[in-house]
């Protein structure tokens, strides 16, 4: 481009940001500037650019120079980029590329994924050990060439390589390796694939027995496969996608996005609901693959076992992925920051977050506070943290649950190279307001200050971050489970609330939960709460299908434990509500996952019923009318469907109705809306309409997910506001 405008002078690549010495007419240099910003790569992020007049030095050329680390400052780190269309031409045209699996340029391929350090260099990524051959050497150091400066550049001869591990022998032939690999995935066997960020289980998506048995061999029960199509045009023949939903699926990211099911692949996928979780191919070996393929579809999904991080080491995936899988795929390139494939959801024509890793992070949220030298630990699930550089909040990739060593140890691991690779040094350290969270133990273990952040403050906090507003707001937090300032669990919750402080409003009526964190894996036990918080012990005297497939003994147990008070444990959690009333018309009484029940009970709602239940409000929302309702449906013999889109209409009732009431006391029009409930497409698609046709002014999660993973950025704000206002012994509401 210097060239093109007759630029003289030089480019640096520093690590706080892209300095650049332009000498030319003044003509040529407004063309040069505005070409920066209309011609930048598609993956590229220009948050300013800034111009400072200077005195001619009279360069003769214009040069590149080399990097420098000079300062305490960053750039933003690249997340990993799919192959561009340029590069999926060279894999047949360039001699030393000829289907070379590897291939990428300026434009495309790992980069998150295989950094160490900054300034972004080769020899601070795992491509250190690869010495460029003459060719590739060549094009590194050409200005007009493509891969100029592209750091994993590599070619048939001098790059990384595939090795195919089977029982019987190690594979190490390109040519061979593609079509072993075809015909094990033909022929129902299941392959763990190393890809960008980790290991991957793939095997034919339209093979049931392929499927079921992947399940066994992963233990992963219930949990719906995400399907990697060979083209658009096959993802569309099995999914109605609307053009937003193409729009996310075909962008350079490369999300896997859920869309609506049309054409059913193996049943063992989506396990009932009726969606898919699809993306496209986003490795040159992805295509090549489907070259060989005669199925249009495989299963990909994370190569570990259930609840455990994603394997990235070849030895230990030869350990224990055997044990899933028929071959192993390795390559000798070190990942070194673990990324799973992100999930997106597109409602309202907006593409939401559900996980948020592979080509979004380390992507910063960029802020009008100074979050410097504060980080956030995040929740307990799904966890992501998030650390504070200057103006800029940087959310790790997605680690995962805390609930076990090796996630604890992932978490630990990319915490502190995130601190390293972002030359932070903490001061502060926010965490959720539960103890017994492994996130908040680290965090009170930790050599910063910490700050105890409430759970749905924090989501409300997190979806104003990222609109990068400060100002009183009607916060709306729907979720399963949050510590609350009165040491009940809290999800059901109305704030008025700005980033220093909240007001809890209302919320919805505390139930007992029996048995504590049962509850999550056995919905049944929020649904005879309920069920005994409006009839009493006449629970026993209905004729319902949900109570006879109950062991009468147990149930009999819990109704003595509730009315004894002993571990029932006092929860206002909308998730719990959504758990209870799927338990309630038998659709799922016992969950194989995470937020199955409310997502079973999503599944069904009829999409043409604009009934609704009563419910009562007044200082708290009351259920009980609403179980009444749900009860006398039930009596009736009303369809499933029909009661859930019922429910989930007077969810919405319930929100519309206590959001202008807030708006009328508090004279504020701004609603944020946060928590996992607002995944809920059904929900989330009507009441965020009808707000904005009832003229409030709507928040919702975009770039960050709405569920915990989102929760650190609510941290991390939270804190930085208390310590600009100097209030970090503020109580944790007024």
Not at 659 to 686: A, C, E, H, P, W
Request: aromatic share 8%.
């Amino acid at each position: 481009m210097a060239n093109k405008h007759s630029i003289k002078g030089w480019v640096e690549n520093r690590n706080d940001g892209v300095i650049i010495h332009a000498e030319s007419k003044k003509e040529n240099l407004k063309q040069f500037f505005d070409d920066i910003i209309t011609e930048a790569p598609k993956a590229s992020n220009i948050h300013t650019l800034d111009k400072e007049k200077i005195i001619d030095v009279g360069f003769k050329d214009f040069r590149i120079l080399k990097s420098e680390n000079n300062s305490d400052q960053i750039t933003d780190i690249s997340p990993d980029i799919c192959v561009c269309d340029a590069c999926l031409q060279d894999l047949k045209s360039q001699p030393h590329r000829i289907r070379y699996p590897f291939t990428n340029c300026t434009n495309c391929g790992p980069r998150f994924s295989i950094i160490k350090d900054l300034p972004y260099d080769r020899d601070k990524t795992t491509m250190e050990p690869f010495i460029m051959c003459q060719t590739c050497q060549h094009e590194y150091e050409d200005v007009l060439d493509r891969r100029f400066h592209a750091q994993p550049v590599a070619c048939n001869n001098c790059g990384p390589k595939y090795t195919l591990i089977t029982d019987e022998e190690r594979i190490t032939d390109f040519n061979k390796i593609l079509s072993i690999s075809a015909s094990l995935i033909e022929e129902g066997k299941i392959i763990a694939i190393k890809g960008v960020g980790g290991f991957q289980l793939a095997c034919d998506a339209l093979n049931e027995k392929a499927v079921r048995q992947l399940r066994e061999r992963k233990i992963r029960e219930g949990k719906p496969f995400a399907v990697m199509f060979s083209t658009i045009d096959s993802l569309k023949e099995y999914t109605h996608l609307t053009s937003v939903e193409e729009q996310s699926i075909t962008s350079w990211r490369r999300p896997i996005v859920i869309a609506k099911t049309k054409k059913e692949l193996a049943a063992g996928i989506s396990v009932g609901f009726p969606t898919t979780g699809v993306m496209l191919p986003y490795m040159p070996f992805h295509y090549q693959l489907f070259e060989q393929l005669k199925t249009p579809a495989i299963v990909l999904t994370s190569g570990n076992i259930s609840d455990e991080p994603i394997v990235i080491a070849n030895e230990i995936a030869e350990s224990s992925l055997t044990r899933i899988a028929d071959a192993i795929l390795v390559y000798n390139r070190e990942i070194y920051n673990r990324t799973d494939d992100s999930v997106a959801i597109v409602i309202n024509e907006k593409e939401r977050m559900i996980r948020r890793s592979r080509s979004y992070s380390p992507e910063p949220v960029n802020l009008h506070l100074n979050v410097d030298g504060i980080v956030a630990t995040g929740a307990e699930l799904v966890n992501c943290f998030c650390i504070g550089k200057g103006n800029q909040a940087i959310l790790s990739q997605h680690i995962g649950d805390l609930k076990n060593l090796e996630t604890l140890e992932f978490f630990e691991e990319s915490f502190d190279r995130f601190l390293t690779l972002f030359r932070v040094k903490p001061e502060f350290i926010s965490h959720d307001l539960h103890p017994d969270y492994l996130s908040s133990k680290f965090a009170k273990e930790f050599n910063a200050r910490p700050v105890a952040v409430q759970h749905h403050h924090a989501h409300i906090a997190a979806c104003m971050a990222e609109h990068n507003f400060d100002e009183k707001v009607i916060g709306v937090s729907l979720d399963g489970t949050g510590l609350g300032i009165d040491g009940n669990i809290w999800g059901g919750e109305f704030f008025i609330a700005d980033l220093a402080e909240f007001e809890r409003y209302s919320h919805f009526e505390y139930i007992p939960l029996p048995g504590g964190d049962k509850v999550t894996k056995e919905p049944w036990r929020s649904a005879v709460s309920l069920l005994y918080l409006v009839y009493g012990k006449e629970l026993f005297t209905l004729d319902l299908p949900f109570l006879d497939s109950l062991d009468k003994s147990k149930v009999r147990i819990i109704v003595e434990a509730i009315e004894k008070n002993i571990n029932c444990p006092l929860s206002s959690g909308a998730g719990r509500y959504f758990d209870a009333v799927a338990a309630l018309i038998n659709i799922c009484t016992h969950t194989k996952f995470h937020a199955e029940a409310p997502m079973r009970l999503e599944s069904i709602a009829s999409e043409n019923c604009d009934l609704s239940y009563p419910f009562t409000y007044k200082e708290v929302i009351s259920f009980k009318p609403i179980i009444v309702e749900i009860i006398n449906d039930l009596m009736n013999n009303v369809d499933n469907s029909i009661i859930s889109a019922k429910f989930h209409n007077t969810i919405i009732n319930v929100v519309l109705t206590v959001v202008k009431k807030m708006r009328s006391d508090s004279n504020i029009n701004k609603v944020v809306l946060s928590g996992g409930s607002f995944q809920n497409k059904y929900i989330s698609t009507r009441l965020e309409n009808m707000l904005e046709k009832d003229k409030f002014d709507v928040f919702v999660h975009q770039k960050t997910p709405a569920n915990d993973g989102g929760i650190a950025l609510g941290q991390l704000v939270i804190a930085a506001k208390r310590r600009e206002l100097g209030l970090l012994n503020l109580p944790l509401s007024i």
